[in-house]
């Protein structure tokens, strides 16, 4: 049997174009920086938006990656659905590939459905498949599917189809299910993959063979620079900066729903700005905003420096690299015509602290829809302002701008 996939893997987030195909060129890019800095690829997962996009794109993804010289065996697709066709379809897909495995939600439409109708589910899928090369990792999302994979499932699929049912990634976010989950199977080499890096140094400790992470989207080397070092002595302070950055990323999220004090309208028009962005695909993604959207883009009135206390230099390049943000890199500080250059063609205005020249660029932005203040992650003496604005001369999704919704300031439901 080929050796089993191991290590720091991402659910790669999908970008679409401005007519809501996906962006194949850049999910390629996306995905070769990744291999490059050691992750393997979870695509079509949860950020990837897996369920916002048909059978016959998701393969034609797949196979645009192997075309390109990544390496199947570096990849776990998603390939469960609620239809077993559909299920069935991808899956043997992966295998004729060469993917080093299936992660496999649950079919999640229908709620309540008993362990007995999951185990049909998942051998129906074996036994069509029908490929010794298959390996299935179980999805365990309850909070998203309303489905759990329960340990008696595991267990029963185990016995059944041991050569099949290689692991599980369990994206609960309760340690106490995943070292559940460890205990009982990882010692007859069921491999348990946590679905944050919040738990990689703990589930490495306890039998479990990586993560699958969301930020290894923008932090992949130091989520794997743990991997790699896990054994060190140096481990729990890798583990605590990433834990760190993770805790930064969780805080940025609050850029999406404003402050208390903020409208509804104005309230849903950031969320809606920020969940289209890259970083807001990543922690909101499952949240059922703005899916299958054209990414947003962010400009940040200060330089990378200023964030790297924050988030880190790894963290910062990995923001850089999905290409979705454009920093200040002037060195300076930017006058009010150069900051409306510098910006043009973003959506998103960040700032920390408003200059002058930040303020007349608010107060003239043209066709502005919204902002609010919000006290910075990293100090209370700063304010962040999120400013959501569209550059009529140059936006892509110009035709929207007519749109009530987008006048309005509130988002689309």
């Known amino acids: 049997m080929a050796q089993r996939i191991t290590g720091v893997l991402s659910p790669v987030v999908t970008p679409f174009k401005a007519d809501l195909s996906p962006d194949t060129e850049r999910f390629v890019r996306q995905c070769k920086w990744l291999v490059a800095n050691n992750v393997g690829l979870a695509v079509f997962g ?16 797949l196979e645009k990656l192997v075309e390109a010289g990544i390496p199947a065996a570096r990849m776990m697709p998603g390939t469960g659905c609620c239809a077993l066709t559909d299920s069935v379809r ?14 496999m939600l649950p079919p999640f439409y229908y709620k309540g459905v008993s362990d007995e109708g999951l185990f049909r589910n998942y051998a129906e899928i074996v036994e069509r498949v029908g490929d010794a090369r298959l390996q299935i990792y179980l999805y365990h999302i309850p909070q998203v599917t309303q489905v759990p994979i329960s340990l008696k499932l595991i267990e029963r699929l185990l016995k059944a189809y041991p050569a099949n049912i290689a692991g599980t990634k369990d994206s609960s976010g309760d340690w106490n299910n995943t070292k559940a989950t460890l205990d009982a199977f990882a010692k007859d080499g069921f491999d348990v993959f946590p679905g944050s890096e919040t738990f990689l140094l703990a589930g490495m400790r306890n039998g479990g063979k990586g993560c699958i992470s969301a930020t290894a989207n923008v932090n992949p080397a130091a989520i794997h620079d743990l991997y790699a070092k896990w054994q060190t002595a140096e481990a729990d302070a890798l583990q605590a900066g990433l ?14 729903h404003g402050a208390s004090a903020a409208g509804g309208g104005e309230r849903r028009a950031i969320e809606s700005a920020h969940r289209r962005s890259a970083a807001g695909r990543i922690l909101h993604a499952g949240s059922g905003q703005g899916l299958r959207s054209p990414m947003a883009r962010i400009f940040l009135t200060h330089p990378p420096e200023a964030l790297k206390n924050f988030y880190g230099d790894k963290a910062i390049a990995g923001i850089k690299a999905l290409g979705e943000v454009r920093f200040n890199d002037a060195g300076r500080e930017l006058s009010t015509n150069e900051l409306i250059e510098a910006a043009r063609g973003c959506e998103i205005i960040v700032s ?14 043209p066709r502005p829809i919204s902002w609010r203040s919000r006290a910075a992650p990293s100090t209370s003496a700063t304010s962040m302002c999120l400013r959501r604005a ?24």
């Not at 949860?46 to 034609?60: I, K, Y």
């Not at 834990?243 to 999406?256: F, P, S, V, W, Y």
């Not at 009529?392 to 689309?412: E, K, L, N, V």
């Open 46 to 61: 949860t950020n990837s938006e897996a369920n916002s996009l048909a059978a016959g794109e998701r393969m034609e993804l």
């Open 90 to 103: 991808l899956t043997a897909h992966a295998v004729r590939l060469g993917c080093a495995g299936a992660l």
């Open 243 to 256: 834990d760190k950055i993770h805790r930064a990323l969780e805080r940025t999220r609050g850029l999406g």
């Open 352 to 365: 920390y602290r408003q200059t002058p020249g930040e303020a007349e660029l608010f107060r003239n932005a």
């Open 390 to 413: 569209r550059w009529a001369s140059s936006s892509p999704r110009r035709a929207r701008d007519s749109s009530p919704r987008w006048r309005s300031g509130t988002s689309a439901r």
